[in-house]
């Protein structure tokens, strides 16, 4: 089973960016789609974004999509997410979600990482 760490959250600006990383390991990274999820308190987890394992392919939440990036290094076993335009609306714990199956991973139904917090300030 994959093991998956996030990092790069933190506290910004209305308008600011964010990069953050999603460090796999412990299992065949390159052929893995990949997700971003979100959780806001007091709601569910949604999902934010997801790359096939080639990266050359990749789908958004509409209300991430024009702001938001997802890109992978397969040689790092890593996988970003690119948030600009960052709105308070934003603020939740970012997670990352991994599995063979792509239909895993866009249902969140992969292995987790603990996640990381992103706070915007209005």
């Known amino acids: 089973q994959v093991q998956l760490v996030e990092a790069g959250g933190g506290l910004v600006q209305a308008g600011g960016s964010l990069r953050l990383s999603c460090a796999a390991s412990?299992?065949?990274?390159?052929?893995?789609?990949m997700g971003w999820f979100r959780q806001a308190p007091g709601k569910e987890r949604e999902f934010v974004a997801i790359t096939w394992s080639g990266g050359g392919i990749t789908y958004y939440a509409d209300s991430v999509k024009g702001r938001f990036t997802v890109s992978r290094d397969n040689a790092k076993n890593t996988v970003y997410l690119q948030m600009n335009g960052l709105k308070p609306e934003d603020t939740a714990v970012y997670y990352c979600?991994?599995?063979?199956?792509?239909?895993?991973?866009?249902?969140?139904?992969?292995?987790w990482g603990q996640g990381t917090q992103v706070t915007v300030s209005s």
């Open positions: 412990g299992g065949t990274f390159s052929t893995y789609p």
């Open positions: 979600n991994a599995d063979p199956s792509y239909g895993r991973v866009f249902q969140g139904l992969g292995s």
